[in-house]
């Protein structure tokens, strides 16, 4: 009788493996599935940070309120980033520069991941620097050069 409830309890025990290691399995697997994706503007920017080349926030104009927006690209190569990020001078001396980025969602997940992002600005527009911390690894500001 023993040695059948041995049996019964190493049986069950290996099933409930199977079952977490399913369970694990399936959430991992729906987790990376994109459930949205899509193209999303930003007008009346009033400035333009650069953290870094994959971090930005933007102070967006409403009315007598500006409110700050932050952007981050999903981690790239260095080259895969350099070519997520276009500048386009096409936005009329005087008028507000607006940005465009396209994104997906992945799983449960409300966080938009970045893949490009494209300023319109005009030709005397310039982006400003940002600071940036990475805790004990140091931290700064971004110059840009003009």
Same mark, same amino acid.
């Given at each position: 009788m023993e040695r059948l409830f041995s049996g019964c309890v190493t049986v069950l025990g290996f099933l409930m493996v199977i079952a977490l290691v399913g369970f694990v399995v399936f959430t991992i697997h729906q987790e990376s599935k994109v459930v949205e994706s899509g193209q999303e503007e930003i007008h009346d920017i009033a400035t333009i940070y650069m953290h870094e080349l994959s971090?930005?926030?933007?102070?967006?104009?409403?009315?007598?309120?500006?409110?700050?927006?932050?952007?981050y690209l999903v981690p790239l190569t260095l080259q895969?980033? !350099?070519?997520?990020?276009?500048?386009?001078?096409?936005?009329?001396?005087?008028?507000?520069?607006?940005?465009?980025?396209?994104?997906?969602?992945?799983?449960?997940?409300?966080?938009?991941?970045?893949?490009?992002?494209? &300023?319109?600005?005009?030709?005397?527009?310039?982006? !400003?620097?940002?600071?940036?911390?990475?805790?004990? &690894?140091? !931290?700064?500001?971004?110059?840009?050069?003009?």
């Amino acid at each position: 009788m023993e040695r059948l409830f041995s049996g019964c309890v190493t049986v069950l025990g290996f099933l409930m493996v199977i079952a977490l290691v399913g369970f694990v399995v399936f959430t991992i697997h729906q987790e990376s599935k994109v459930v949205e994706s899509g193209q999303e503007e930003i007008h009346d920017i009033a400035t333009i940070y650069m953290h870094e080349l994959s971090s930005y926030t933007v102070v967006v104009r409403e009315g007598e309120v500006e409110r700050p927006i932050s952007l981050y690209l999903v981690p790239l190569t260095l080259q895969e980033m !350099q070519d997520a990020i276009r500048i386009v001078r096409d936005v009329e001396k005087g008028d507000s520069p607006w940005l465009e980025y396209y994104y997906e969602m992945k799983g449960s997940s409300a966080v938009k991941n970045i893949h490009s992002i494209t &300023f319109h600005l005009s030709p005397e527009y310039n982006i !400003q620097g940002g600071g940036w911390n990475h805790g004990k &690894f140091g !931290q700064g500001q971004t110059l840009i050069l003009e």
